[in-house]
């Protein structure tokens, strides 16, 4: 599972979570980092235990690392899964900030399957 932002969104998050204006090309110090790290673990988290609360799956996450080339992120997870099944792609926003982050999950097949299954 991805948690994605572009960097625009990524540091007007961290803006409002260590109340300090970011600039656009400012790199992200390691409290910032942190921060984004543990609200993206956050929501990651919630995000998977609404999808599979009660359905007996027993699937683990980690915690979520700070990737800025996504595109080798994605050629990288291409070689260690398989992507021949389905893509969900989920959208979170936060109107008043102006704040947007995408779930991407990318299920292997034997994933996908026992996923299905016990979501019916």
């Known amino acids: 599972m991805y948690f994605l932002f572009t960097r625009k969104d990524a540091l007007r998050l961290v803006e409002m979570l260590v109340g300090e204006r970011m600039r656009l090309t400012l790199s992200l110090n390691r409290i910032e980092s942190s921060a984004l790290s543990e609200i993206a673990n956050i929501l990651t988290g919630s995000y998977w235990y609404a999808m599979t609360d009660r359905k007996a799956l027993n ?3 980690t915690v979520p ?3 800025e080339d996504v595109g080798k992120i994605l050629t990288l997870s291409n070689r260690v899964y398989d992507f021949t099944s389905m893509v969900f792609l989920t959208d979170i926003t936060v109107p008043q900030n102006n704040v947007r982050g995408h779930f991407l999950l990318l ?3 034997e994933a996908l399957t026992k996923l299905l299954t016990n979501l019916e």
């Open 59 to 61: 699937w683990r996450i």
């Open 65 to 67: 690392t700070i990737v």
């Open 107 to 109: 299920p292997r097949q």
